[in-house]
């Protein structure tokens, strides 16, 4: 058993709780919730700092709730954003649900017993409930000046908020307020850009209940941002998925381990489960001989074992060897054939032909004709390359342009090229 909010604040992961809230988990075992909202097919990494919350708590050894918003989701939450968000189809939302459930359950234990983790869809109390039931159930209890005090709403009231999103804090606070009656949940987690939509079901649930003996409470974790103070969780093609389909194991390891170093002493707390002493060893070896990037190391490892799989992570190693780091002839053999397409997608790729081969005199006219100017625009270019010691084939330096085509294929069809540090992959067919 671990103390819930001291694991949070020694990993700078609490932001704020309301009163009470440290006494209500050191006193009993507490059911406590957070919520996703399935405006997509999969989570990706911002997602996953509040899904850490969820594992730390069910480790401190209470209860685990993951609302996905099957309903609210037909709305979106205007918490942070500066227009209103397209609607999504029933159907699209079903698809997406279903894809962040099979994601969740890598993460939390639902079978552990008396804290075993649940899934809850709020669509399965919303579906049932009329506009008017749900005035007179939740509308009557929440003025509006309370809601428009929230900053989720008084920012949007400037641009412009629809009546639509003005409600999401109401139906989000109903939402805790339905968890608190059926299924004893006490406490509601989220990022602090949810502090406002949290505190709504905390009070709704103190005005409906007429007192402050039916407590509920509010924790909220700072949202990550990288040492400039920009957001977190995106690489240049986009959002970093937890869907190998969406971000590739090898894509994933690649967005840790490019972490910067000042980014790293956060980052290594927030998402792995490194205790404080494994975390504190890491950032003293890093620190000794920082060009070995230690943290980087450790951090993409366990996320990405932990997201994917060891498997796919030793896979993202071996890429990493083969496209960026010191991988030798024997680490190409290793390659299954399987692996190569994994490896080698993104890098440019040349198909030749064995008619083309047969016409190739030399290594000059592979890497130019051969390859229709694909690697090298000329026979000139080939040749001045290969004399000036920029040019490796399957990981060894080549040095005479005049070289008989004498080459191993690896797995009888590929041929690494490497011109400086970019990569082509010709292929024989």
């Known amino acids: 058993m671990i103390n819930f909010i001291e694991e949070l604040r020694w990993r700078g992961m609490l932001q704020d709780m309301m009163p009470g809230t440290e006494e209500q988990l050191t006193t009993e075992m507490t059911a406590g919730y957070i919520g996703f909202d399935p405006t997509a097919a999969s989570l990706h990494i911002g997602n996953l700092a509040t899904i850490m919350l969820l594992v730390h708590f069910q480790r401190a050894g209470h209860k685990p709730f993951a609302l996905v918003g099957g309903a609210t989701g037909m709305i979106g939450d205007p918490s942070g954003k500066t227009a209103e968000r397209e609607f ?175 980014d790293c002493g956060r980052l290594i707390r927030v998402f792995t489960l490194l205790s404080r002493e494994e975390i504190e060893e890491l950032e003293r070896q890093h620190a000794e001989a920082p060009h070995l990037r230690i943290l980087q190391k450790a951090l993409a490892k366990d996320v990405t074992v932990r997201v994917h799989s060891q498997a796919d992570y030793d896979l993202a190693v071996k890429a990493s060897e083969v496209l960026y780091g010191k991988a030798t002839i024997d680490t190409l053999r290793s390659i299954r054939v399987d692996e190569f397409e994994v490896i080698f997608e993104g890098v440019p790729q040349t198909e030749i032909s064995d008619n083309e081969l047969e016409n190739c005199k030399d290594l000059t006219d592979l890497l130019s004709v051969a390859s229709r100017g694909e690697v090298y625009a000329s026979k000139g270019e080939a040749r001045r390359a290969i004399t000036q010691n920029a040019v490796s084939i399957n990981k060894a330096k080549v040095t005479n342009p005049a070289a008989p085509l004498e080459l191993e294929w690896l797995q009888e069809r590929y041929l690494l090229v490497s011109k400086g540090k970019k990569n082509h992959l010709l292929k024989r067919i």
């Open 88 to 262: 999504l189809s029933e159907d699209t939302l079903r698809i997406n649900q279903e894809g962040i459930r099979n994601q969740l359950t890598k993460f939390l234990d639902f079978e552990s017993g008396a804290n075993s983790a649940e899934m809850v869809n709020n669509y399965d109390w919303f579906k049932d409930i009329s506009f008017l039931g749900f005035m007179r159930e939740a509308g009557k209890h929440i003025t509006v000046n309370y809601m428009t005090a929230k900053d989720s709403v008084k920012k949007r009231l400037e641009t412009g908020l629809s009546f639509t999103e003005f409600s999401y804090q109401l139906l989000q606070g109903y939402d805790f307020y339905h968890l608190y009656k059926n299924k004893g949940v006490r406490l509601q987690m989220g990022g602090s850009d949810q502090w406002g939509n949290i505190t709504t079901g905390t009070e709704l649930i103190r005005r409906k209940e007429g007192g402050e003996e039916y407590q509920a409470f509010a924790l909220t974790t700072p949202l990550v941002t990288k040492s400039d103070g920009t957001k977190f969780g995106k690489s240049e093609s986009g959002n970093v998925w937890l869907d190998p389909k969406l971000t590739t194991p090898y894509q994933f390891y690649q967005f840790w381990i490019n972490a910067a170093d000042e």
